[in-house]
């Protein structure tokens, strides 16, 4: 085998080998997308009971964590998780609270209001959002 030949049979195996290495999430599998450093939209709206699903589509690692002072007075509190409050999200992280490439995290929001959001590890970089609860 000359040496062409054998390159591009390598390049070849290495394309299929690559071609499994993303997700098997799909754009219909999540409401808000988890991008590098972004959630994608940054604010979605909603009706009161209605259930809103993050997903990771990407290879990092996120959260999705309320910031406890920022939701509606009568909301309960909620982070991927299912951790009790905004400092314990913060502590527990990443033990707690991960969303891993491929992974999908779900809140059904039963109070109207804005509900604002962040990831802990990418929060510094700007990674925060808002779902606007209606009536």
């Not at 993050?54 to 999705?64: I, K, Y």
């Not at 002072?69 to 509190?77: L, R, S, T, V, W």
């Amino acid at each position: 085998m000359d040496r062409r030949t054998f390159l591009a049979a390598l390049g070849t195996g290495a394309t299929a080998a690559l071609a499994g290495c993303g997700t098997s999430l799909a754009d219909s599998d999540y409401d808000v997308e988890m991008t590098a450093n972004r959630f994608r939209p940054a604010e979605i709206t909603v009706s009161v009971g209605e259930t809103v699903t993050w997903g990771n589509p990407g290879s990092r690692g996120h959260s999705v964590t309320a910031y406890g002072g920022q939701i509606p007075e009568d909301a309960d509190y909620w982070a991927s998780g299912g951790l009790g409050s905004e400092s314990d999200a913060r502590a527990r992280y990443p033990q707690e609270g991960h969303v891993a490439s491929g992974e999908t995290y779900s809140h059904t929001f039963e109070v109207a209001g804005d509900h604002e959001y962040f990831c802990i590890p990418h929060e510094r970089g700007g990674m925060v959002g808002t779902v606007v609860v209606e009536e």
